[in-house]
């Protein structure tokens, strides 16, 4: 169930680039939230509340990541430790892990690194074995390895080949080993080469479009998928990427 | 504190409804606002047949304003009658069916299969969804509105109310309408407006154009409620841009008995009920009766 309070900023990390991490003292959020799952964050001055996938979270305390590149988030980025945040969450479907632990593989391009890093820390802890693609379009770009939870079975890649292998994530696809479960969050063209790559295989995917209410009320989200309209703030964020149909995500 | 105020036989235990398209069919809400305390839910515009609404973008942010093209997504009225009904009925808070048609028929065929229902505490016609093809300028055209006002008054004994768009002669609109027997008028539906997205050199939404609402159409709402009200006797509900509680009075001195609250819903989630608590305390604060303020500024 969602809750829906101001909650104290405690830290602010900017770890890299324009990428920016606020920890916040939520515990109602950080006892439900679920990998995949995320909160919606009022912004002074702005209509639109902005959607934050959870980031990690430890204890009472929740991490949201984001890149401050647009007007709400340039807003976030400049909250200082002390200030307190409108939060609305956990809201949405979390990612699906199989019941009993065994080898799950992730892959995040970009930005999309975000939310997998709560689910490689949340299926570590529950004795999963944990792989993980990570690449970026530059060095500068890439979220540093040395934050990548211990235990993660790590490859790095960048398309320029500044650190890494040079390449696509999905360059690195098929991963040689049998591997049945596969969470990927990144921007659209990787999904749709992963589709190629991993076709038969059971891949779990975020989504991310634009929303208004965050709780299935306004519409504003819905998408048609292979299983008739979904909303993505409800039935999603997370999809199997089977389901999805690439016309309707021409954004 | 005394807030209530009437619509038509329906008492409002205060004038705080949420608008049609932001707040679902009200249950969505239930775990973070106590809909319960609200005048009345009016719940997403609801067609005959289920509607698939148009393509994304449906959203995008504009200054002190909302543009949106959801394009009345809906499941249609039967599945609206047989699934949400029943909860609304559970309910103390009233829920007003918005109901959108194609031609005059379809939306008597609306009004009456919601006739009788129980849960259902009212309909509110849509005479002007600017999403939608149709009968788009129904809300501005007096003939129209008063054909269909007056075949769905005969086909509904259920509290009639009528929303209309942005007109520049809304005075006609609303005495149309009510000549026609509305209970009550909606002032106003959000205005159709556009976007462009300059990284895809688009238009922002979907469906190229959307409907605008939020603080930016306020004055404009206030304008033609305050005109509207002068032209009518029947009850005037002021909706456009209401954040709080000075934004509800500024519509009620206008001439408004209730407003609807929207936009507001999506920014900050428990919108509607902070109202509602500042209306109590400019009650408390000015040791007056809500109803005692209605049309105060009027001259």
């Known amino acids: ?18 990428s920016c991490i606020l920890w916040v003292e939520a515990p109602e959020i950080a006892r439900d939230a679920r990998p995949g799952q995320f909160v919606t964050v009022g912004c002074d001055g ?15 305390e929740l991490a949201l990541m984001f890149s401050a590149t647009g007007t709400g988030t340039r807003w976030l980025s400049e909250r200082k430790e002390g200030e307190r945040l409108d939060l609305l969450g956990p809201l949405g479907r979390g990612f699906e892990l199989p019941p009993s632990p065994t080898r799950i593989l992730l892959i995040g391009g970009g930005k999309g690194i975000f939310p997998l890093i709560f689910l490689s820390e949340w299926a570590l802890d529950r004795g999963f074995r944990v792989s993980l693609i990570l690449g970026a379009k530059t060095r500068e770009k890439l979220y540093p390895a040395h934050l990548v939870p211990c235990g993660v079975n790590l490859s790095l890649i960048t ?6 292998d040079r390449g696509k994530v999905t360059d690195l696809l098929p991963l040689s080993g049998e591997v049945n479960y596969i969470y990927a969050c990144g921007p659209s063209s990787m999904y749709r080469e992963a ?11 975020l989504l991310e479009v634009r929303m208004g209410c965050g709780v299935g009320a306004c519409h504003c989200c819905t998408i048609n998928t292979k299983r008739g309209p979904k909303k993505v703030c409800q039935d999603g964020p997370t999809f199997l990427l089977d389901d999805i149909l690439w016309d309707e995500l021409s954004l | 504190m005394n807030l209530e105020v009437e619509i038509a036989e329906l008492k409002l235990q205060n004038p705080v409804m949420a608008a049609s398209g932001t707040f679902g069919y009200g249950a969505e809400y239930e775990p973070i606002v106590d809909i319960q305390k609200l005048g009345a839910i009016v719940c997403k515009g609801t067609t005959l047949e289920e509607r ?15 543009l949106n093209s959801v394009g009345l997504e809906n499941p249609g009225v039967e599945e609206v009658i047989k699934v949400k ?18 031609d005059p028929e379809e939306y008597v065929l609306l009004a009456s299969k919601l006739d009788g229902v129980k849960g259902v505490s009212g309909i509110e016609v849509n005479l002007s969804c600017p999403n ?15 054909d269909i006002t007056r075949k769905v008054r005969k086909s509904t004994s259920l509290p009639l109310i009528v929303k209309l768009s942005y007109s520049s002669h809304v005075s006609e609109v609303a005495s149309a309408c009510e000549e026609a027997g509305a209970d009550a008028l909606t002032v106003m539906n959000s205005i159709k407006g556009m976007a462009i997205d300059i990284k895809r050199r688009r238009p922002a939404l979907g469906n190229i154009t959307g409907g605008l609402s939020g603080p930016a159409i306020r004055p404009i709402a206030i304008h033609s409620v305050y005109q509207a009200a002068k032209a009518v006797s029947i009850p005037v509900i002021g909706c456009g841009g209401i954040f709080s509680g000075e934004d509800a009075l500024e519509f009620m001195l206008a001439g408004a008995t209730a407003v609807q609250v929207g ?29 005692e303020i209605i049309g105060l500024a009027q001259i």
């Open chain 2, 85 to 102: 009904a029943p909860i609304w009925e559970t309910w103390q808070v009233p829920v007003i069916v918005n109901i959108a048609g194609n």
């Open chain 2, 52 to 66: 698939e609404g148009n393509p994304q973008p449906r959203i995008w942010e504009t200054p002190s304003g909302i």
């Open chain 1, 159 to 164: 398309e320029d080949g500044s650190y890494g």
């Open chain 1, 1 to 18: 169930m969602p809750s829906l309070n101001s909650f104290p900023i405690r830290y602010k990390e900017r770890p890299y680039g324009d």
């Open chain 1, 46 to 60: 702005l209509m639109l509340r902005r959607p934050l996938s959870v980031h990690r979270v430890k204890g009472e």
């Open chain 2, 132 to 146: 939608v093809e149709g009968i788009t300028d129904s809300g501005e055209n007096p003939e129209v509105a008063f």
């Open chain 2, 263 to 291: 936009a507001a819903t999506l920014s900050h989630p428990r919108a509607t009920v902070n109202i509602i608590h500042e209306l109590e305390e400019f009650c408390l604060k000015e040791n007056t009766s809500l109803k």
């Open chain 1, 195 to 205: 589709t190629l790559k991993l076709s038969g295989k059971e891949v779990q995917v």
